[in-house]
């Protein structure tokens, strides 16, 4: 891997901007899918921390420190998870280094080269095989200055000039080869003596003196990621080990030794693959990213996919990087082919929310699933991710799949939805969390809203729906009661929820109209039976609201709030369970627009208290924003910037009972 540096440091001047806050958040959090970004070219533009910050080790040069260190730093603020590593050249200096900038990490490693130190030739003509860089001779045989040799200084280089910036968790050491004459031809004089050496001993001579630097990295930065690039020879020295070009010189020999490597790296264990297109600007290879990415799944390792050696400069993103498979569930096994040596096989592995398959070989094979899977649901590639629900898939050769484990429509449970919605899942920072589904019950009316909740609280879940100005509550599967809250003349919708208002056993409903009226809150009993009204908004609004009750401050008492519908601002009120105001209003967007806002509570962090979500109304771009029981925003993520005629209504469920509500929004709506 060698980047190109002449534009890169022949910049003297500092070149810094602060970024604001993007409006979706990080996705890297060090969990599969693992991934790496070799970002090796000159400019970090504004825009770009916020992209990098997806991803779970993005590797830069060293230079970025002076170049770009304001956005260094917003790549970590952005995600606090993610890894830095400072891109460091074991075994070359470009000469543009030497005509950088007196203050940047490159040019003081470059100042620290004397001229013996260069791998020559015997009529000492130094040697290089990638055009504007000059080959170090890492061996014992180079030449001692001042007590030290070249692969003397680069641990203490990196201490002293590349961690001391704070900036970086660790490095990525390029071209670490156990052979060097593959690189620099024959005729190496490796001890300066005028005379050619034999390849063995050059290449002998060259992996001790490798070895040698590697350890000194890693005696002088005791605590540092350390990944190094171009032989799996060094696996038990560092963290990790890159797997450049994979799988273009094959699949099941590049595949062994990266599993072999990750049994010998420190941990915490990096190795990695990069898959590009063989420096063509092809992002929609898709066959391509999935055959490296799913290796990599299998084998627990790291993945990358970019242009290549001439464009490790790439922030290309794919719906398998969005896939929420969990962890892995055991050892990967071969479910096609020999299970032994280094020979294509397909390969499958268990996660704990999906499962992933990789085919090595030259033939399709229809591989039985353990249980019942469901295809990703994504937008790039819909011939594989078309979000089927299957038990048997076809992997075709060369290729991978991965998929994620059904998720019941029945598991969204004391939150209403609108039956029959198809539902993506986020967390409150706007991470995809999992594939959208069907949320639908055979039992409720399409397009009613729905609500399972046990509400009388005797352990068994009960129904209730509205539709058409009617609200029907069945009770442990018994006989429907019905009852019209607004009127016999209102057939509009009505907004659900439940929850604890009065210190009674039982829970009450707690409901408002969803337009063509005023915004009544009307809180019935488990019968129907209205217990307390009041209005929301004012009286000439007839744009009705959306409901939700939650405990905000964990005082043990319930909150109601309301979001007003079409018409209305998005002006938020909050009121204690009888009616009086509770903390002060305020509008959750733009005063100016009037689509309203849909509210949901629930409890989105896990901290034990619940958090208000708002979703805008129709007419603006898809938004939502989370507040905490003060009403202060915690975070916020669009989905688009088209406006939408159908708004975003928020639904909150922990549907995977990791004890976090997750956001559940309407596909149609963006």
């Known amino acids: 891997m060698k980047q190109r540096l002449a534009a890169l440091l022949i910049i003297p001047t500092l070149v810094a901007a602060l970024v604001p806050a993007p409006s979706l958040a990080a996705n890297g959090n060090q969990a599969p899918p693992k991934l790496v970004n070799f970002f090796l070219g000159y400019e970090i533009k504004p825009d770009d921390p916020a992209k990098l910050a997806k991803w779970d080790i993005v590797v830069l040069d060293m230079d970025q420190t002076f170049q770009f260190p304001e956005r260094l730093r917003e790549i970590k603020r952005i995600n606090p998870k993610v890894k830095l590593l400072a891109y460091v050249n074991s075994s070359d200096v470009s000469e543009a280094r030497f005509r950088g900038h007196p203050s940047s990490p490159g040019f003081k490693l470059a100042s620290r080269v004397p001229e013996s130190w260069f791998l020559t030739r015997p009529d000492g003509a130094r040697i290089q095989w990638w055009g504007g860089s000059w080959m170090m001779n890492a061996s014992d045989k180079c030449p001692i200055v001042n007590g030290r040799q070249w692969n003397d200084i680069i641990g203490e280089f990196i201490r002293d000039e590349v961690m001391s910036t704070g900036a970086w968790d660790g490095v990525f050491l390029d071209s670490a080869y156990s052979e060097v004459t593959p690189f620099s031809g024959t005729g190496v004089d490796i001890d300066r003596n005028g005379i050619s050496d034999r390849d063995n001993d050059v290449n002998a001579a060259w992996k001790r003196g490798m070895t040698k630097l590697i350890r000194k990295v890693r005696e002088a930065n005791p605590s540092i990621l350390i990944m190094n690039n171009s032989s799996a020879a060094y696996a038990d020295l560092t963290n990790g080990v890159l797997f450049e070009n994979f799988p ?79 962890t892995a569930r055991g050892a990967a096994k071969v479910v096609r082919g020999p299970t032994q040596g280094a020979y294509p096989a397909v390969w499958a592995r268990e996660f704990t929310k999906g499962y992933a398959l990789v085919n090595g070989t030259k033939k399709a094979e229809e591989i039985t699933l353990p249980g019942e899977f469901e295809k990703l ?8 991710n078309n979000g089927a629900i299957v038990t048997k898939v076809i992997v075709p050769p060369e290729d991978g799949i991965v998929l994620v484990r059904r998720t019941e429509a029945t598991e969204v449970r004391g939150t209403s939805f609108q039956n029959g919605s198809f539902l993506q899942v986020f967390d409150a ?58 009127g016999t003349a209102y ?64 005082d043990g008492l319930r909150e109601i709030v309301t979001g007003p519908g079409r018409g209305g601002g998005p002006h938020i009120r909050s009121f204690k369970t009888d009616g009086v105001p509770w903390v002060g209003a305020f509008f959750a967007f733009d005063s100016n627009t009037n689509g309203g806002a849909r509210v949901a509570a629930g409890d989105v962090d896990g901290d034990g208290a619940d958090e208000l979500v708002v979703g805008s109304g129709p007419g603006l771009a898809p938004r939502i924003r989370v507040y905490d029981g003060a009403m202060r925003l915690k975070s916020e993520f669009s989905l688009g910037t088209a406006a939408s005629a159908a708004g975003l209504k928020p639904t909150l469920a922990d549907i995977d009972g990791d004890g976090k509500a997750e956001i559940l929004l309407p596909g149609q709506a963006f």
């Open 248 to 326: 273009r010189g094959g699949w099941a020999w590049p595949f062994a030794e990266l599993r072999t490597a990750l049994s010998k790296n420190a941990s915490p264990k990096i190795s990695s693959v990069n898959t590009n297109t063989n420096n063509q600007e092809n992002p929609n290879d898709f066959r391509l990213m999935r055959y490296g990415l799913t290796t990599t799944l299998i084998a627990d390792g790291y993945f990358s996919f970019d242009a290549g050696d001439a464009g490790h400069h790439r922030t290309w993103w794919y719906d398998e990087y969005d896939a929420p498979i969990g």
């Open 429 to 486: 920072q706007g991470n995809r969390l999992r594939n959208a589904f069907f949320a639908n019950r055979d039992d409720v009316p399409g397009g009613a809203n729905a609500l399972v909740v046990d509400l009388d609280r005797n352990g068994q879940d009960d129904l209730i729906y509205s539709q058409n100005g009617q609200v029907t509550i069945r009770l442990n599967g018994g006989a429907a009661t019905n009852v019209r809250p607004y």
């Open 491 to 554: 057939r509009g919708g009505i907004e659900l929820a439940a929850g604890q208002t009065d210190r009674s056993a039982a829970w009450e409903l707690i409901l408002t109209p969803s337009s063509g009226r005023e915004a009544t809150v009307v809180i019935t009993d488990t019968r129907g039976r209205a217990l307390r009204s009041w209005l929301a908004y004012r009286r000439e609004f007839k744009g009705g609201a959306t409901v939700a009750i939650g405990d905000f401050n964990r």
């Open 377 to 384: 649901s994504g937008t790039q590639d819909p011939r594989i």
